[in-house]
């Protein structure tokens, strides 16, 4: 008997029940069927990874062409002209990336990848200066960068249509003024930096997830309030859930580290199942951290960090191979469609608006208030928790 | 300026955007936020898949136990135990195996694995046995099948219930009389038999496929059409209908061979994504074969048989293993949970029905027509278009 057997009789059964109209012709037996809408969501997603993955062959064929531009750009540029076509032909823009997917499917590999694979002892050698760049260092961008663009847009260089009070602005200086790791991993393992350096910012670019996350929820908690409301509680709370956030999603990365050290040792007898388990209970850790509202990034971090040494001595020398070429594989494929979907996003012409005073005000002020947080480290360099770095290793 | 940040915005968009009602207590900074269903989708996928996992886990510390009882009967037992848990719980049998899941995600992975590390030498020293039993054997086994029951039926030996016709009952026989490759696997990998054995049933077990599949939607036409309206012409298209299901599944599986075979030659550069494109491709041979109502067994195996020998030259070692391994995990992953959930399908007694005469005479002309069948084949070795397989390869 068979499965297939059963599995068929249940997929049949409706169009076996339909009631039969009389008045109907009867349908003959049909040679062809074309059942596009039952594999259209798998096939769509199938599609569009292949697509991403010829143009990343493509791209490499000529070794000029990726020596003078990135990837990623190239691949937005992809983006760009994909969601054209799109335009044209569906005459609304389809295929954007959608929060929902990356964050509950393209971020997680990256962020597992680059947590598993991190160079443990570089990290926690630098990990008073990675700290004071996340947690220090990204408030004073947010700030920073808000306060002056609110007061580019008093000093009357923002469009008057910008309707804007100084919380808004904070709330966008909190989301744009932080490093984000999708963007370090492609553009610093492309040019290769020097590895303290590369420690550092990716470092931050992890860690300051849990800082950006309760920067933004507290702005926009207190853009909803209106700034008359917002009472003295509102602030410690602010502060105690930067601790809440950050420490619950390590804490949550750790207990799903713990987890997969321990089952991995009961695995002798089914090795096949090893590369499984390391990328489901690290996914398990991501999405719980998620569903709390905890760093989920940082809990990712965690666990791959924490479980790497116990599990890579209980598995198999195949799994520990399969582990980290899929993980590998896997995020790669997650970076190469977030920067096409990105091109593909941006055609939407509906979504965004131009303002020059704005825009370049914008890339103005990080820039700026980044270089002078961070030449404010080097010269008073007893800030710092740790030794300070030789001012060697920061080429700019 | 971070990808996150440009994300995150579009996340609160909507809650940004809701209309404040002026009479509402104004919500304070929340510290904490459940956010359950925006995860809960792949959390319960994850969550299933791991208790799959951990359970197999479990069934290997005991060698005694997977000694007496073959795992996928374990693992259809854990199932009912949990259906029957839900059930309890949640009031209603939830978590089914549906057939979309089957088809779409569950089945590719097993059939992609056996058709790419399928003993090719083997498969086509046999394939005239092999496509004897898949098609005049499975038109045999359904055929008498379908009309042994309908006689039990007209013999009075069947619960007056069950009001069914001659095409009824033949529809029920092309059902349930194939082999199935799941099932195959399951057992015959776990107790080690003869490899010609082997190959022979493994193989027929996914070449019936196409002639099961046209059998069942011939079948069906029929019994919706009634038998009074079926004409000469409709008998001429089921047997066309075999040939376009057979070959063209074929075809697709080859074309995508080619496809694979042919990109993989410029991977050099990139060999990052070499794992990622053989699953790809598979897939969407797969898909496309399922689209176009063939095949999509055969077309998936003939994808994998055709482009092994040429990806494996193509690609490099580390991609060889991670490609075996990665195959390897996805397929026993996919029929632990299919033997799961079909535990847990099993617990919904809404759908059954029990009668013992039914039940009893299809396990017993199952059995018997398909002894029948394969004592026929040896006593009449000229009817194989092969020479004959030494008796001592068939134990039973």
Redesign the interface.
Same mark, same amino acid.
């Given at each position: 008997?068979? !499965?297939?057997?059963?599995?068929? &009789?249940?997929?049949?059964e409706e @169009?076996?029940q339909k009631p039969?109209s009389p008045g109907e012709p =009867? @349908?003959?037996?049909?040679?062809?069927? +074309?059942? +596009?809408h039952?594999?259209e969501a /798998? $096939?769509l997603v &199938?599609?569009w990874? !292949?697509v991403a993955?010829?143009a *990343?062959?493509v791209f490499?064929?000529s070794?000029k062409v990726t020596s003078l531009v990135p990837e990623s750009c190239l691949l937005i540029l992809l983006g760009l002209v994909l969601g054209g076509i799109v335009l044209a032909v569906a005459k609304k823009a389809e295929y954007q !990336?959608? @929060?929902?997917t990356?964050?509950?499917?393209l971020l997680p590999p990256i962020v597992l990848d680059s947590g598993y694979f991190m160079p443990s002892r570089l990290f926690f050698d630098n990990l008073g200066a990675i700290l004071t760049y996340a947690v220090v260092g990204t408030l004073w961008n947010a700030f920073t960068t808000g306060a002056a663009l609110w007061g580019l847009q008093q000093a009357g260089l923002v469009a008057p249509r910008v309707q804007a009070g100084l919380l808004d602005f904070l709330l966008f200086g909190s989301?744009?003024? &932080?490093?984000?790791p999708?963007?370090v991993l492609a553009v610093f393992e492309e040019v290769h930096v020097n590895e303290t350096l590369f420690i550092i910012v990716f470092g931050e670019s992890l860690l300051n997830?849990a800082v950006?996350?309760v920067l933004? *929820?507290?702005c926009?908690?207190?853009?909803?309030?209106?700034s008359a409301?917002v009472?003295a509680?509102?602030y410690l *709370?602010?502060v105690?859930?930067l601790f809440?956030v950050s420490l619950g999603g390590a804490a949550v990365g750790l207990v799903f580290a713990f987890l997969l050290a321990l089952?991995t040792r009961? #695995?002798k007898?089914?090795r096949?199942?090893? /590369? =499984? =388990?390391v990328f489901? =209970?690290a $996914?398990?850790a991501y999405?719980t951290a998620?569903?709390?509202?905890l760093s989920a990034i940082l809990a990712v971090t965690m666990c791959g960090l924490g479980c790497k040494k116990y599990v890579e001595a209980n598995i198999s020398h195949?799994?520990r #191979?399969?582990v980290k070429?899929?993980m590998?594989?896997l995020a790669?494929?997650a970076e190469?469609v977030?920067f096409m979907l990105?091109g593909i996003s941006a055609v939407d012409s509906s979504k965004w608006a131009w303002d020059s005073g704005l825009v370049l005000g #914008?890339l103005f002020f990080?820039l700026f208030f980044r270089a002078l947080g961070i030449a404010d480290t080097l010269c008073f360099p007893t800030l710092l928790p740790v030794p300070p770095l030789p001012a060697a290793h920061i080429p700019f």
């Open positions: 008997m068979s !499965l297939l057997a059963l599995l068929l &009789a249940g997929a049949a @169009p076996t039969e =009867l @349908p003959g037996l049909e040679l062809f069927r +074309w059942q +596009w039952e594999v /798998p $096939y &199938a599609l990874i !292949l993955s010829l *990343k062959i490499h064929l070794r !990336l959608e @929060p929902g990356f964050f509950l499917f989301l744009i003024s &932080a490093v984000d999708v963007a997830d950006t996350v933004y *929820k507290v926009n908690s207190f853009v909803e309030m209106g409301n009472q509680t509102d *709370k602010g105690a859930s809440v089952t009961f #695995t007898r089914v096949i199942i090893e /590369p =499984l =388990l489901l =209970l $996914y398990a999405l998620e569903m709390a509202s195949k799994s #191979t399969t070429y899929t590998k594989t790669s494929c190469t977030i990105l #914008t990080i």
